[in-house]
């Protein structure tokens, strides 16, 4: 089993087994500051992923009659509904 763990921000701690090991990012700013955003926001885009999945279930079971378009056009405005809410942008 695999176990990682968070420490203030920056550090981790992955233990495999009995085996700890330890991980520490680090970014040259302001060189790296897109990848280091991506780090940082890594959390707030799988929950994003998790609702737009979540979104899409309800659309499928409850509204079945929806278009394709209809229902496309429906998940990006939410989307990006929910990226505005968490302050997430997409890569430059």
Known sequence: MIT???LNG???VCKIGKTIMKAKLEF???EDQEQ?????KAMDWALLAWDIDQSLRT????HPDKTR???LEHIKEELHDIM??????FPA
């Open 69 to 71: 378009e209809q229902a």
């Open 10 to 12: 920056e550090d981790y």
């Open 4 to 6: 990682v763990v968070e």
């Open 59 to 62: 659309l499928l079971k409850h």
């Open 28 to 30: 040259n700013l302001p």
């Open 36 to 40: 280091f955003n991506v780090a940082v």
């Open 84 to 89: 505005e809410e968490r302050g997430l942008q």
